[in-house]
């Protein structure tokens, strides 16, 4: 099994560009998630889906979007790169929640995107 | 938003050392999960943790989930170079999004 792929694994734009981060899946996961890494800062959460068609913001949701027409794929856009932007993306996903236990997450290799 | 503090940030050892490393948060969470972060890739999922007290072991590593919910610990025994990364600490209260709070890491370099 291939798990969670994102692609490109890097990528320069300059500000004002836009351009999409892709995240595929393969383990039949409901849930997918978007992070966003910077140093030290550990990771955020931009957005989530919890299944196709439905998605909603995390913590640092401005100047990106995203979309979920399929179970195994969960683009984010961007849309006007600007330097705050700078940063490691990683996609991740997970199965249902069940109770009161949380899932664990399986990561991509993630995105190291720099916007000059 | 929820924040998890987690100590020490970095941590430089000899192989062979032990290390321990935890993380605490002001709310209480009802799963903690520990992953390792190796260079360029994504966090991989080393222990989960579902109940208060729980103490889970996965080799040379050791979790443990607090009593008071509010806090967690991991310990490596015997640390090797392949040691090396970070390691983030993980809350979940689940619900219907399985959201998750993260650490902001412990870096771990182990010194041959």
């Known amino acids: 099994n291939a798990g969670v792929t994102q692609t490109p694994k890097f990528r320069i734009l300059k500000i004002g560009q836009s351009m999409t981060l892709q995240c595929t899946q393969d383990?039949?996961?409901?849930?997918m998630y978007w992070y966003r890494q910077d140093p030290g800062m550990g990771l955020k959460l931009i957005y989530y889906s919890v299944g196709a068609g439905i998605t909603d913001k995390g913590e640092v949701p401005n100047g990106y979007n995203v979309s979920r027409s399929t179970t195994e794929d969960f683009p984010l856009r961007l849309e006007l790169a600007a330097p705050s932007q700078t940063s490691v993306y990683f996609c991740a996903s997970s199965y249902p929640f069940q109770g009161q236990a949380s899932y664990g997450y399986t990561f991509g290799s993630g995105t190291r995107l720099t916007v000059v | 938003g929820q924040q998890l503090n987690q100590s020490p940030q970095s941590m430089f050892i000899q192989e062979g050392e032990d290390v321990s490393m935890n993380c605490t948060s002001s709310s209480i969470f009802n799963t903690w999960l520990w992953y390792k972060q190796d260079p360029g890739e994504g966090p991989v999922l080393l222990i989960a943790l579902y109940k208060a007290g729980e103490l889970t072991s996965n080799g040379r590593l050791t979790a443990q989930f607090g009593i008071t919910r509010k806090d967690s610990f991991l310990n490596i025994s015997a640390s090797i170079p392949s040691d090396v990364g970070i390691y983030f600490c993980?809350?979940?209260?689940?619900?219907?999004?399985?959201?998750?709070?993260f650490g902001t890491g412990t870096l771990l370099a182990v010194q041959p």
């Open positions: 383990m039949n996961h409901n849930y």
């Open positions: 993980a809350g979940g209260v689940g619900g219907a999004t399985n959201k998750l709070i």
